[in-house]
């Protein structure tokens, strides 16, 4: 491939030294033509992007009703797991981790700002949270089957420590970005 280059960048002005034929352009598209890839169609790409837009719009659309459906069934299991009593210091902790992190939220609010890209942080630190969310439903509905194992109570403890982690996280991420 060198020896190539070599040769063409020796020999340049044997390359550039003729114009093409004023019918080359011409024959060339005949050519096209003759082999059915005449022209780039725009209208075949025009229908494409409708298409794809509207199989987009259809997954999001499924993406937001399965994301409701399952909070509309965390919200039904709230209840059950409302009813467990923790110790105190396990509850303190837990309010603590909770508020942190909602602070840690409304932070990430503000950083964010309304693009689209804040959008799609805000989307991903919110997911984030609901499935911790999840897990603590798991994990008191476990406590209340069996309320004096501790690693459960720990494990409760860790799944809101995370929580605040992840929400510390994401906003130092922010902040190194936006220096």
Request: net charge negative.
């Amino acid at each position: 491939m060198k020896d190539l280059e070599k040769y063409v960048k020796d020999n340049l002005e044997l390359f550039n030294d003729a114009e093409p034929e004023p019918d080359h352009f011409e024959k060339f598209r005949n050519k096209l033509e003759l082999q059915g890839n005449g022209g780039y169609n725009i209208q075949r790409s025009g229908m494409m992007l409708k298409i794809a837009a509207a199989i987009l719009i259809f997954l999001m659309t499924a993406v937001f009703i399965f994301d409701y459906s399952i909070h509309g069934l965390r919200n039904m299991l709230a209840p059950q797991t409302a009813a467990v009593v923790f110790p105190a210091d396990v509850s303190d902790a837990m309010q603590y981790y909770s508020q942190e992190a909602s602070q840690g939220m409304n932070e990430i609010n503000q950083l964010a700002g309304s693009g689209e890209e804040a959008q799609q942080l805000k989307a991903m630190a919110s997911k984030d949270l609901r499935s911790l969310d999840a897990n603590t439903s798991e994990l008191t509905r476990a406590y209340r089957d069996n309320p004096d194992d501790e690693r459960i109570t720990a494990a409760i403890i860790r799944n809101q420590q995370m929580k605040e982690t992840i929400i510390k996280n994401i906003i130092q991420e922010m902040n190194q970005t936006k220096k």
